[in-house]
């Protein structure tokens, strides 16, 4: 059976990222937060936490007690 063009695979569909994406998240290397303030983010190990985004250097950094490194995935809180 031939695919439609532009479909997606299952394997694409219950992917990390597409699911992610459904539930709203965005990824740091796509674009980063366009104001300071409050969001949620999963880090490398899919711990998901709020954290505070800021501008630092003139770059949007996350900041946090004990956290703060290796942020993957964002999203303002609903």
């Known amino acids: ?3 439609i063009p ?3 695979t299952l394997f694409e569909y219950f992917s990390l ?3 992610l994406r459904r ?3 965005t ?3 796509d674009k980063m937060p ?5 969001v949620e983010v999963i880090d490398r190990e899919g711990n998901r936490f709020k954290i505070m985004a ?3 250097f003139g770059m949007m950094v996350f900041r ?7 942020i993957c995935w964002w999203r303002y809180p609903s």
Request: net charge negative; no cysteine.
């Open 1 to 3: 059976m031939k695919p």
């Open 6 to 8: 532009g479909q997606i």
């Open 17 to 19: 990222g597409n699911r």
């Open 23 to 25: 539930e709203g998240y």
């Open 27 to 29: 990824n740091v290397y």
């Open 34 to 38: 366009e104001h300071e303030g409050t």
């Open 54 to 56: 800021a501008m630092s």
């Open 64 to 70: 946090g007690k004990d956290r703060g490194h290796d």
